[in-house]
């Protein structure tokens, strides 16, 4: 089994837009730091645990080129503006992605998935 930390920042990201702080200022790569989000490999499947805005930015700086299934944390959005970039996968694969997640967020999927 492989864990990989796609995003390790805050909920606005690493610096934060109009920050000052030592920090956001820091010319260390560490410090540049894409919101929440992992992906799991085991057995020939890989699994992301949410969908943060920069996962196509994640993914392929990950070199992560399949995606089999998505857990939700939460409905955050920091958690889940990446949704979109999962379209590219179930085109590809000609097969619905398998989302795992609480009734809140399957019911915010139900409502904003085109018919």
Request: charged share 20%; aromatic share 4%; proline share 4%.
């Amino acid at each position: 089994m492989r864990l990989t930390f796609l995003g390790t920042g805050t909920s606005f990201g690493v610096p934060q837009i109009g920050c000052d702080c030592a920090v956001c200022r820091s010319a260390d790569p560490r410090d540049k730091r894409t919101r929440s989000g992992a992906a799991v490999q085991a057995n020939g499947a890989t699994i992301l645990i949410d969908t943060p805005p920069e996962l196509r930015l994640q993914l392929i700086a990950a070199g992560l080129t399949s995606v089999d299934a998505v857990v939700y944390t939460h409905e955050h959005a920091d958690h889940v503006n990446g949704i979109d970039d999962l379209r590219t996968f179930s085109l590809r694969n000609r097969r619905t992605l398998r989302i795992m997640t609480g009734a809140i967020m399957t019911n915010m999927i139900t409502a904003t998935a085109a018919p």
